[in-house]
């Protein structure tokens, strides 16, 4: 079965992630801007989410996680629990 570790950021509003994702864009740290911005408790870890599978984060999450380029910077990506960027760092 395919697996991805991935990181995140999750904030509040669409412009926040547009901002944030400016900053990575421009050679900011994507782990020290989730430290500093993430309203997500994996935030203090810098946005790490571990290893999981297909179907284990919401939809909209999972379609990026699973299709997106790995090693840049996804989004911004809607949920129901706000707008979040995306860093897969390996799929397999």
Do not use: W
């Not at 380029?69 to 960027?85: M, N, S």
């Amino acid at each position: 079965m395919i697996r991805a570790h991935a990181r995140h950021i999750l904030v509040p509003t669409e412009q926040d992630c547009l901002n944030l994702k400016e900053q990575i864009d421009a050679g900011a740290d994507f782990g020290e801007i989730a430290k500093t911005h993430s309203t997500c408790p994996s935030g203090k870890s810098g946005g790490d989410l571990g290893e999981f599978g297909p179907g284990q984060m919401v939809k909209e999450f999972d379609e990026v996680v699973f299709a997106g380029d790995v090693g840049t910077c996804l989004g911004p990506v809607k949920t129901q629990f706000g707008y979040h960027l995306i860093k897969v760092t390996s799929r397999a």
